[in-house]
């Protein structure tokens, strides 16, 4: 079987903190587990296959077209269900960014072209580098019928506002190249609309933008497996409809997202405390010595300088005290010194930072009787 490569894997580790899936610390608000949990006498019916409610309810929040929302079984079943339906010969992919773009191109036959985001560049995605990319490909006959963007990125959380990506747009739409920008942290952003590229879908421009969000971390409804994804194209909207399987979104998850887009202040409490805590976690972690990048998002990406490249000491040893934090070493460009957490609550990230200092104790004292 294949080994799991996300974080979150409770099942297989024994842990009492799970650090490794970005997940809102304030867990699932009361409404939406009230509505879960009433919506299980409707499970002797099938449920709506096409969203309806659901769907009326997102346009009306995002100002958009009900025709211009698509829901499925979490983000990641949309992003397999675009590959599906578009058949790209090419795909591009940044790296290191989200496995599963890679993963659901690789899953059709696509040939994946990488465009590598660069250390000595803070992994900083320069959306005209990335311009100029594609046109010196262009040259050589290369186009991607695909290209994969993340923002904020995973695992980095560092974020490109939203009129930077314009040049790229305008040129992948001249070209005809169809655009997925996943959006899935966005929410978590203190200034989400100055990175958001939903605003393009309002003002009516760029019919080749595919952009994907989910109830899965900001709700912390990763259980009930809720995505959408956001297009003016509807022709392609149905070809996507058309090789994914029926009924994909359960009563329970469509009942539970209803009553989540009702919870504006729970997102306002939840963008609070994740800014405050990111700060805190981040503070802790260079004071032990570790490398941090500056997150947008509500996880925060490090390295551990005393690390090793083939072994991942420090996720070994948290999990030997019982916590569980996510390796970055299956990410492109990345090994066994990087890492990434999640923001939780202060009583959380207190005890976390506590039991990592414990361990970077314990290994310099190690390393002082080998001397």
């Known amino acids: 079987m294949k080994s799991y490569e996300h974080g979150g894997d409770i099942y297989s580790n024994e842990a009492e903190m799970d650090f490794s899936a970005n997940i809102n610390p304030l867990g699932l608000p009361q409404s939406v587990r009230n509505a879960a949990v009433a919506a299980v006498d409707s499970c002797i019916h099938y449920p709506d296959s096409r969203c309806s409610a659901l769907r009326q309810s997102l346009a009306v929040k995002l100002q958009l077209k009900k025709e211009d929302v698509l829901c499925g079984n979490g983000a990641a079943d949309l992003i397999f269900q675009l590959v599906w339906a578009l058949k790209p010969e090419i795909g591009l992919v940044t790296a290191p960014s989200f ?72 040129y992948c739409e001249e070209k005809g190249i169809i655009v997925a920008a996943d959006q899935c942290f966005s929410e ?21 933008l595919v952009i994907f969000q989910a109830f899965t971390k900001i709700y912390a409804m990763a259980g009930l497996r809720l995505g959408y994804c956001l297009c003016r194209n509807h022709g392609l909207l149905e070809q996507m409809e058309g090789v994914r399987q029926p009924w994909t979104v359960s009563a329970p998850a469509q009942a539970a997202g209803l009553a989540a887009l009702g919870e504006k202040e729970f997102v306002k409490a939840t963008r609070t405390l994740i800014s405050g805590e990111r700060e805190y976690l981040k503070e802790g972690l260079m004071r032990l010595g570790f490398t941090v990048w500056p997150s947008l ?75």
């Open 99 to 170: 496995l599963e773009y890679e993963q659901a191109l690789r899953s059709f036959g696509s040939q994946v072209l990488l465009f590598d985001l660069r250390e000595e560049e803070a992994f900083v995605l320069d959306p005209q580098k990335l311009l100029s990319f594609l046109q010196h490909k262009e040259k050589e006959n290369i186009r991607p019928g695909l290209l994969f963007l993340c923002n904020p990125n995973n695992p980095t959380g560092l974020g490109v506002k939203s009129l930077l990506w314009q040049p790229l747009l305008d």
């Open 297 to 371: 998002a509500n996880y925060i990406f490090f390295r551990d300088e005393k690390g090793d490249k083939r072994e991942a000491w420090l996720y070994n040893s948290c999990l030997k005290k019982g916590v569980l934090i996510r390796s970055c070493s299956n990410y492109r460009g990345l090994d066994s010194r990087y890492y990434r957490i999640c923001v939780k609550t202060r009583e959380e990230n207190q005890r976390f930072l506590k039991i990592l200092e414990e361990i970077t104790e314990e290994r310099e004292e190690k390393w002082q009787r080998q001397l």
């Open 188 to 208: 978590f952003l203190e200034d989400e609309n100055s990175y958001s590229l939903t605003g393009f879908l309002r003002e009516g421009r760029y019919k080749n």
